[in-house]
């Protein structure tokens, strides 16, 4: 229950082929369908899961504000601001591909002090995960053998937000 699945760009070629439409990439009707159906998996079932995902989570953490998006916004957002940013940019996160950094300067330069934001999705310019304890891009080729990112927010003993990065390399791809 303390899960939540976050939409993210490849979700709509799974989307396509649980509801018999078009899907346009290439690799995954070359791979993913293959081991989708090989593995027996329904396209009942892919619906149902595709229609639980959600475009972000939104939550505060001992007094800190955190929204984790797939793609990465430039602003923080109070919860009721959230309904009026297009679920596009909370999936593809905003401006061009390879815009990390600016985002996460935007965002540094727009947040207060307990406002943080998780993202992945890009990742071109091989960026830290974070730079500045506010923005963290957890992207990092792990298809491809680069690492898993993952990180955990905590207060430490002087009461101050904390987060630790956390590296898991993919050593089977």
């Not at 919860?79 to 999936?91: D, R």
């Not at 927010?153 to 630790?164: P, S, Y």
């Amino acid at each position: 229950k303390n899960v939540v699945f976050l939409e993210g760009n490849h979700e709509t070629h799974l989307r396509s082929w649980a509801n018999d439409d078009p899907v346009y990439s290439n690799r995954f009707k070359k791979f993913t369908a293959k081991e989708l159906e090989g593995a027996n998996i329904k396209k009942k079932d892919v619906r149902q899961f595709c229609r639980s995902l959600a475009q972000c989570a939104y939550f505060t953490f001992k007094g800190h504000d955190v929204l984790v998006t797939h793609g990465g916004l430039t602003k923080p957002l109070a919860t009721h601001e959230l309904t009026f940013t297009a679920t596009e940019q909370m999936i593809n996160g905003v401006g061009d591909y390879g815009d990390e950094n600016d985002v996460a300067y935007l965002f540094r330069k727009n947040a207060s002090p307990s406002e943080h934001q998780v993202h992945g999705h890009r990742n071109v310019n091989k960026s830290l995960m974070t730079e500045d304890g506010k923005t963290f891009n957890l992207c990092d080729d792990v298809e491809w053998g680069g690492y898993l990112r993952a990180v955990t927010f905590t207060i430490d003993n002087e009461g101050e937000f904390d987060a630790k990065e956390h590296y898991i390399r993919n050593n089977v791809f």
